[in-house]
């Protein structure tokens, strides 16, 4: 397999030591023991509920062929492959740092509170059309997972994609500062995390760490479709950034108009800032074009031809959990599953709303699967009882209901309206899959904790493989 890095860059870049290494070279970075593939570098960080020194020796005899590790741990280590370092995460930071170096890629970073991820997809999905590119996977954007990220890339790659997530202030900035994006972007603030903040304007303040790292000259791209988007001008413009504004909203510098959903394709009118084109994306909800012009801008901004870009978006589809729809069964009649339980906060969950209630209602009925909304803090129960009216104009037939906090929707909601609530999506899941038939379209939207992603594979596992994506 081709080097990804030499042991003598490995030991340059975290100033660590070799002990009974025999390899030149490892070919690919790994923090999960069960994820090794033959001549890996297994990296044992300490996580919340582990600690992958306990896992060396099961990395080693799955290929591993060295492992970072702490100077602390490392005689208990005795006889195993290793490359010992002060700290093995700030050993896998320096990886990091040794890797962005070297790189002569353009580099994207992405936050936001809503659709960093999807929005990270449509950026990889149109940039790899351009040239080779190399992206964060599901949702590595923490301090691990950064970096994780921009060791594994590879010195060939052409541009780099990366997701930065946050749920505290002061946490984008030294990942900012690590990926040293051309353009970083953001796609929205919103009511999430208030957990951990006071106010939603701390959370756009937070957000907006992600212009620390920003390279000179660089672009701040930012949705100008919420209320803090003011906010995130001035900060951008404090970081001496270039600033331009997509979406829907009539101030935008670049704006989708005209929006339609076919039952096949969103559509929409690009214009502005010397774009008039049209814009088409696979999957329902005016928010998923929205993604899908960020990414066109991105790629402009890496000199990657709108028609270029455009023609990739119209093959794209929504990331698992994300938005992924699928006809389950038999052709003239399938099970339309509407897979978006990865993540829900106000606006998201409005979002999909929306989608859910444009979408053609077929033979069946509609029927709505919603989990609790996680880490809203003391205001959590209100926010899902204002979703009340959200949901009555989706037109749904059906609601099923998960999580603590949903009772206060629950209580919102027409009696006839609501066909169950439960505390877990286990205990759920009986009553939702007995309640489905051929015909009918599900919706589940949920945080990830809610744990309806389970639900979302024992629907597909009742009602057979799935016809078309």
Known sequence: MAALHT????????????????????????????????????????????????????????????????????????????????????????????????????????????????????????????????????????????????????RDAAYGVFEIGMNHAGEITPLSRLVRPHVALITSVAAAHLEFFDSVEQIADAKAE??????????????????????????????????????????????????????????GRIVGDGLDLALAVPTPGRHTLANGLAALLVARAFGVEPGVAAHALAAHGAPEGRGAAYRLGPPDNPLTLVDESYNANPVSMRAALEVFGQMPKGAGRKVLVLGDMRELGSTSDALHAELALDVEAAGPDLVFLVGDHMRALAR???????????????????RVIESLAYGDTVMLKGSNGVRLGALVARIHGAFGLENER
């Not at 930012?222 to 906010?231: N, W």
């Not at 829907?248 to 339609?260: M, P, S």
Request: overall charge negative; glycine content about 10%; hydrophobic content about 50%.
């Open 7 to 154: 042991i003598a860059d490995i030991l340059e870049a975290t100033g660590g030591r070799a002990e009974n290494v025999g390899v030149q070279a490892v070919s690919s970075i790994s923090i999960d023991s069960r994820e090794i593939m033959p001549g890996a570098l297994f990296v044992a960080i300490r996580g919340e509920n582990f600690d992958g020194h306990d896992f060396v020796a099961k990395a080693v005899e799955a290929g591993a062929v060295a492992a970072l590790v702490s100077e602390a741990k490392a005689g208990g280590l005795a006889g195993l492959p290793l490359v010992v370092v002060p700290n093995a995460l700030e050993g896998l930071y320096g990886l990091a740092h040794f890797a962005r170096e070297r790189s002569s890629a353009r580099f994207a970073a992405v936050t936001g509170s809503v659709g960093k991820t999807s929005t990270k997809e449509a950026i990889r999905a149109v940039l790899s059309a351009a040239g080779p590119t190399h992206a964060s996977i599901r949702s590595f954007n923490n301090h691990w997972g950064v970096p994780l990220m921009l060791a594994r890339m590879d």
């Open 210 to 267: 992600i212009f620390a790292g920003l390279e000179p000259d660089g672009l701040a791209l930012l949705c100008h479709d919420h209320a803090r988007v003011q906010r995130l001008i001035r900060h951008a413009q404090d970081a001496e950034a270039t600033v331009l504004t997509y979406g829907f909203d009539e101030a935008a510098d670049v704006r989708i108009e005209d929006y339609t959903w076919d039952g096949a394709m969103g559509r």
């Open 412 to 430: 919102e909601l027409p009696k006839a309206l609501v066909a169950g609530w439960a505390q877990s999506a286990d205990e759920m899941a009986e």
